[in-house]
């Protein structure tokens, strides 16, 4: 079982910056990958970026690549999603997920899943 915490959220002004923080319980390979995904009111969960523990390969959403970037400290088990540029259309709950497998952009195929921070951009 693989727990994971977020930090980082709040509420910035449009072309501000915040940086998400995502500490898993234990990094194995029963998580090979990282990944954050986001979901605004109404709307269904979509994929924002991910990550390899091993390696480091990367993928973005279109709509963020070139604003946002994700990254990894393998020894303090946790990922990060330094978020620059924000537009108001980034406002969600922005959720960390881990997969056992591979680096997909599908919510379902992942394993585990944290509670969630808000992320506001105002204009």
């Known amino acids: 079982q693989v727990q994971l915490v977020e930090s980082g959220g709040g509420l910035v002004q449009a072309g501000g910056s915040l940086r998400l923080s995502c500490v898993a319980s234990?990094?194995?390979?029963?998580?090979?990958?990282m990944a954050w995904f986001r979901q605004a009111p109404g709307k269904e969960r979509d994929f924002v970026a991910a990550?390899?523990?091993?390696?480091?390969?990367?993928a973005y959403a279109d709509s963020v690549r070139g604003r946002f970037t994700i990254s990894k400290d393998n020894a303090e088990n946790t990922v990060h999603l330094q978020m620059n540029s924000l537009k108001t259309e980034d406002t969600a709950v922005y959720y960390c997920?881990?997969?056992?497998?591979?680096?997909?952009?599908?919510?379902?195929?992942?394993?585990?899943w944290g509670q969630g921070t808000q992320v506001t951009v105002s204009s």
């Open positions: 997920a881990a997969s056992r497998a591979f680096l997909t952009t599908t919510p379902t195929t992942y394993d585990y």
């Open positions: 234990k990094r194995t390979f029963s998580s090979a990958i």
């Open positions: 990550i390899s523990w091993i390696g480091a390969t990367t």
